[in-house]
């Protein structure tokens, strides 16, 4: 590994391969948090998807593979078939999400039969054109980081200029309109800065799964931050290393695609960000409810207790009786409130010890009240 | 100063003709209505009166198949910055990750103009609208910590921000507690005693002779428009609520 | 046997199955899931493979295979109940993800075997005819075996089920109270998409089934509005799809899964355009019919306001609107004999003065 990192500064290839990839970590990171805050984060995978036949036309009508070429014709066609799923929405009542599968799947399958029309006509100049399917960051040299950094850098500073109008769309579309703010040229802005990076992305993870780019990076940020300008600048942060690992690793071994280890590289970091993010952490969820329901467990079997030593004599038996249990169970349980401090034995079985009765005598006070405050004022 | 007067001679909101159509039919009919300065007006109707729809079609924020609209006799575009707009709460997503004193602070996005952000002086303005609706304690929680109420007002501190002559708010009083309910009202006179003119689309026939003095009815039309105690009539309620409605389920027969 | 006829027979049992799934899949607003499905199935099918030696896969590997699309609608529905994350962040994140694990393992472990990348892109169903099995001393093509059943399959469940079905798509409350489990039947259908994923796998690949499952359906959405007809019109939109994209496919020498993709895709753009009721055209034409109806109702109930003649500058200026536009409203009122044109300027009719004194709101 360590040696791996020595080549990313001395290695030429491995320099660009990372630099592109970081690029695409940064860019899609930043769009992708304003996607899923506005409920378009599959609207980039139609993008992304939509991004085939663009390139495959763009080969065809140049017969050049200059990658920039190629990546502004996907661009333009995902930016087509972004507008084609809004209008469908706009004049029909098609569902979203069927007028996201059907631009999804029927742009994606012209991309397929451009590509294998490509690949049977037998060009000698068009190896590696597939290349835009699972992405091969290997291929990725100076000029094209170049290319990424000029893309990039458009959809970042942009970001920057409208930071303010972009959060405010986000959040309210209708009161930004009451402000006056062009609220549907705004829209279509950030679905284009969003095919400014699905471009970025192209090369390095492909058309396929270029929509994990958007989508992951800005869900695993959100688990760590409730301020925006931190979530956009974290999914930055593991969109680029996710990149970056996945890139590199893919660079490893010959043939191996990098859009499927970068996604995995992603995936890995929300995988961890769902279950240990200190704000929204499932692990610490589920410990505090496991937590709840211990304490509750336990003040519970104290009033059972207190009940029994009040009422009758508190033995295994009879808590066994009260409690519908085995014998066995009861006797743990009762050594269990030993342990903390509540009971002690005695000659007729257990009693409660001065803390124990303090205990049972706050829970019934607050069960008390508990029990009034709905009928209260 | 002369001319600042002329201007305001003008009513604040002025609407000729307005007609709404929705998927091919219409749910505003041509309205004529106008709301006079400094008051508090309550616009009232039955579900599916086009309500919300008049709001928002007053502002711009839905197409209009006819009618002319005017604020202080300007246009929309001319008057915006004496506007102010209080959306249902339900309308956002209160997982947004931003702060109470972040939203505030949006209300003042339009005087900011592009490409400035908040700083300072922003801060301290938002922080003095949420005390005016005693959220300052909570001017850094996420959002989605709050209760309905909270995020009502924070809705309304928001709309304070723009410091502005003319506001419409749609249903504030919606399922909001009683603490809520007591600050949008304090807000309310307020904004009265200091010349503004609010109004409101309200929900709750019980209260809204308490809570404003001035009251138009509508179901597609406006029914009825005018002074409170001229308006809040048991004819004007029946032609708009229908016949169904009898005296008895409405709070009407004044009572002192 | 003819090639052609093993390969367009397989297409359209493909579309076929499809189609009676996706009806419902669009209808209850999970054509995403679908994909979903049908993306995370791979993993599921790799590991088939390389259990059962690499070359050819057992069914019950296959069936196996299935289990990786219900694992995904589980894990996406897992997700968003959490609330962390969004139901459709949720589903593109972990179908990308499944998606990954297979194209991984079918570049480290299947180059230059049965599986490839062209296979898992867009299916080899220009091999089927190669592919055949005995049955009764005939050669029946696999692929029909695999399809035909699966198509059954599918119809006996929309026969069997289509009460509950209808009734779970269209209410789900009310399918729950009345004791039908709407649970149930969608893991059944969710069951069904993945193993319909899984066959057709072979013939279309892992991302273009999803053209066959969403497009028919989503264009017959387009031209009725009555299920029945839908899972018709659905069919034959896959069918033709089915046959125009192979004649197409052959002309070009392109992908065949790939060309009826596409060719599903322009079905979809005709529908979208020319729809006779939910059309872009029709739509277009009767708004704006239906605006100036609005508007010649508005002109006469205003008119009726006057008790003289309005002279037309005046009225342009009252609503705001273009001379174009009140010359056409203008045409549209007197062609109902609302309105007349006099000299002084409009007029409205006896018949105008009724129709704004009358129910002012025109049903729709």
């Known amino acids: 590994m360590l040696e791996l990192l020595h080549q990313v500064f001395t290695d030429y290839t491995l320099r660009n391969v990372a630099l592109g990839s970081a690029l695409l970590g940064v860019v899609g990171g930043v769009l992708g948090a304003f996607a899923m805050l506005r409920r378009q984060s ?40 972004s507008l084609a799923v809004l209008a469908v929405l706009r004049h029909t009542r098609l569902p979203e999400d069927s007028a996201l599968g059907v631009m999804l799947s029927s742009f994606f399958g012209f991309g397929v039969a451009l590509l294998t029309f490509i690949q049977h006509s037998n060009n000698a100049n068009q190896a590696g054109l597939d290349q835009f399917i699972f992405g091969q960051a290997a291929t990725i040299v100076a000029s094209d980081v170049l290319a990424f950094v000029g893309l990039g850098g458009v959809a970042l500073f942009t970001v920057g200029l409208f930071y303010k109008e972009f959060k405010l769309l986000s959040f309210d579309p209708d009161y930004a309109q009451s402000l006056g703010l062009p609220v549907r040229g705004l829209g279509t802005l950030l679905t284009s800065l969003t095919v400014l990076a699905v ?3 192209l090369q390095t993870v492909g058309v396929v799964l270029m929509a994990a780019m958007l989508i992951a990076p800005a869900a695993a940020a959100r688990q760590w931050t409730d301020r925006l300008s931190a979530l956009i600048g974290l999914a930055a942060l593991f969109g680029a290393l996710a990149g970056v690992s996945g890139a590199l690793l893919s660079a490893t071994r010959d043939n191996l695609p990098t859009g499927p280890l970068v996604i995995l590289c992603i995936s890995a970091i929300l995988l961890v960000s769902l279950f240990l993010a200190p704000l929204r952490g499932l692990v610490w969820a589920w410990l505090r409810d496991r937590q709840n329901r211990r304490r509750i467990y336990l003040e519970r079997l104290l009033l059972d207790a207190h009940l029994l030593h009040n009422h009758a004599v508190l033995t295994p038996q009879t808590l066994a009786q009260h409690r519908r249990e085995s014998l066995s169970a009861a006797e743990r349980e009762l050594r269990m409130l030993q342990a903390w401090g509540w009971l002690e034995a005695s000659s007729t079985g257990y009693a409660l010890t001065p803390t124990g009765h303090a205990k049972a005598h706050e829970l019934e006070a607050a069960m008390r009240v508990g029990a009034k405050a709905p009928g209260g004022p | 100063m002369t001319a600042h007067s002329t201007t305001d001679a003008q009513p604040p909101l002025s609407v000729r003709d307005l007609t709404v159509v929705y ?20 616009i009232v109707g039955p579900n599916g009166a086009g309500k919300s729809t008049l709001l928002k079609a007053v502002l711009g924020l839905l197409p209009r198949a006819s009618g002319q609209v005017w604020f202080f006799g300007k246009t929309l575009a001319q008057a915006r910055a004496r506007i102010a707009y209080v959306p249902q709460r339900g309308t956002v997503d209160w997982d947004f990750p931003t702060s109470v004193l972040d939203v505030v602070m949006m209300g003042l996005y339009g005087r900011l103009g592009w490409f400035k952000r908040p700083g300072a002086p922003e801060r301290e303005a938002a922080l003095r609208c949420l005390e005016q609706v005693s ?9 989605a910590q709050l209760s309905g109420g909270q995020q009502q007002r924070v809705f309304l501190a928001r709309a304070l921000a723009q410091n502005a002559d003319l506001y419409f708010m749609d249903e504030p009083f919606a399922g909001v507690d009683a603490v809520t309910e007591e600050a949008i009202l304090r807000v309310l006179h307020q904004l009265k005693q200091q010349g503004k003119t609010v109004v409101v689309v309200h929900h709750d026939l019980e209260t809204v002779r308490a809570y404003f003095d001035h009251l138009t009815l509508l179901n597609v039309q406006v029914i009825a428009s005018g002074p409170m105690e001229a308006t809040f009539t048991p004819e004007n309620l029946k032609r708009t609520y229908g016949e169904r409605m009898t005296g008895a389920s409405l709070p009407m027969a004044p009572s002192g | 046997m003819n090639a052609d006829l093993v390969i367009i027979v397989t297409a359209i049992l493909v579309s076929a199955a499809s189609a009676l799934l996706g009806t419902f899949l669009v209808l209850r607003r999970m054509a995403l899931l679908s994909d979903a499905i049908a993306h995370a199935v791979l993993p599921g099918i790799v590991l088939a ?39 459709d962040a949720a589903i593109g994140i972990v179908f990308p993800a499944l998606f990954s694990l297979g194209v991984l393992a079918v570049s480290l472990y299947f180059r230059n075997v049965h599986l490839d990348m062209d296979a898992v892109l867009y299916g080899e169903i220009a091999y089927a005819p190669f592919n055949t099995h005995p049955v009764g001393g005939l050669e029946v093509p696999e692929s029909w075996l695999v399809m ?46 993945s193993i319909t994923s899984v066959g057709a796998f072979q013939s279309v690949g892992a991302i273009l089934i999803v053209a066959f499952l969403i497009v028919p359906p989503a264009t017959a959405f387009l031209l009725t509005r009555r299920l029945p007809v839908m899972i018709g019109l659905a069919l034959g939109v896959g069918v033709v799809s089915s046959l125009v994209g192979y004649g197409l496919a052959i002309w070009l020498d392109a992908s065949i899964a790939g060309m009826m993709a596409t060719v599903a895709g322009l079905c979809f753009a005709l529908a979208f355009l020319f729809a006779p009721q ?31 003649a309005v002279p037309e500058p005046e009225a342009l200026e009252e609503f705001g609107w273009n001379p174009r536009f009140l010359q056409q409203v203008k045409d549209r009122a007197v062609q109902q004999g609302w309105l007349e044109v006099v000299a002084e300027g409009l007029r409205p009719t006896p018949a105008g003065l009724a129709i704004s004194r009358g129910r002012l709101v025109p049903e729709g």
């Not at chain 1, 993008?47 to 333009?76: D, E, M, N, R, Y």
Request: charged share 15%; net charge positive.
């Open chain 1, 42 to 81: 599959l609207l980039g995978d139609v993008l992304a998807h939509a991004a085939l036949p663009g390139i495959c036309l763009a080969f065809i009508l140049t017969g050049s593979k200059q990658p920039l070429l190629l990546l502004l014709g996907g661009g333009l066609a995902g930016w087509l078939a």
């Open chain 1, 199 to 201: 471009m970025v992305g």
């Open chain 2, 135 to 143: 959220m300052q304690a909570l001017a850094h929680r996420q959002i």
């Open chain 2, 23 to 42: 998927h091919e039919k219409p749910v505003l009919w041509d309205i004529d209505w106008e709301v006079p300065a400094g008051r508090l007006c309550a």
């Open chain 3, 148 to 193: 035909g059943s699966l198509f059954l399959l599918n119809l006996g469940f929309v026969l069997l089920f289509y009460k509950e079905l209808k009734l779970a798509t269209f209410d789900a409350g009310l399918a729950a109270a009345l004791g039908f489990a709407p649970g149930a039947l969608h893991y059944a259908l969710m069951a069904l998409v």
């Open chain 3, 278 to 308: 939910e059309g872009y055209l029709s739509r277009w034409l009767r708004r704006k019919r239906e605006r100036l109806e609005v508007a010649a109702r508005l002109l006469v109930a205003h008119l009726a306001h006057h008790d003289r």
């Open chain 3, 49 to 87: 493979y390389w259990l059962t030696g690499g070359e050819r896969a057992s069914l019950p590997a296959l069936l196996g295979a299935s289990a990786a699309g219900l694992l995904t609608v589980s894990l996406v529905e897992w997700l968003s109940r959490t609330g962390k994350v969004k139901n």
